[in-house]
């Protein structure tokens, strides 16, 4: 998991513990997803995994983080630190395309943010509603 969705997570947990509900929630995501847009939350958006073998050993499947250590060079034993980005996962430390935010919505907030929909008494679809057109603005 990515810092930001650790960050989420503690969010939606106060906000339960604090007697909010899903409007709080929704406002919540929203202020995160669009300063996620406009760059401001790319520091918290790498995701940090160990590199347990060879790049050349990972046969079968190549997991984001080996692609990203191919680009990056990295050893077996060290930790990789990558983005997504719209080229598929690149090192952190020096992306070659911008990030790919949507990726951070469905496969990082969204999880988190699923698990809270029935304690906050409302739906995924409702706590993201206008989250994609938020950039347009």
Do not use: C, N
Not at 11 to 28: D, N, P, S, V
Not at 61 to 76: D, F, L, M, R, T
Not at 123 to 128: C, E, I, M, N, S
């Amino acid at each position: 998991w990515t810092p930001l969705a650790r960050r989420l997570e503690v969010a939606l947990l106060e906000l339960l513990f604090a007697g909010k509900g899903a409007e709080e929630a929704r406002e919540l995501i929203a202020g995160i997803v669009a300063d996620m847009r406009a760059g401001r939350l790319d520091s918290e958006l790498v995701y940090r995994k160990r590199l347990r073998k060879p790049v050349g050993d990972y046969t079968a499947s190549q997991p984001p983080h080996v692609k990203a250590a191919q680009i990056g060079g990295e050893e077996p034993g060290s930790f990789v630190s990558y983005v997504m980005t719209g080229r598929g996962p690149e090192p952190a430390d020096r992306p070659s395309a911008g990030l790919d935010y949507d990726h951070y919505i469905e496969h990082q907030l969204k999880p988190i943010a699923s698990i809270f929909v029935e304690a906050l008494g409302t739906d995924l679809q409702r706590l993201f509603d206008g989250v994609h057109q938020l950039w347009l603005f």
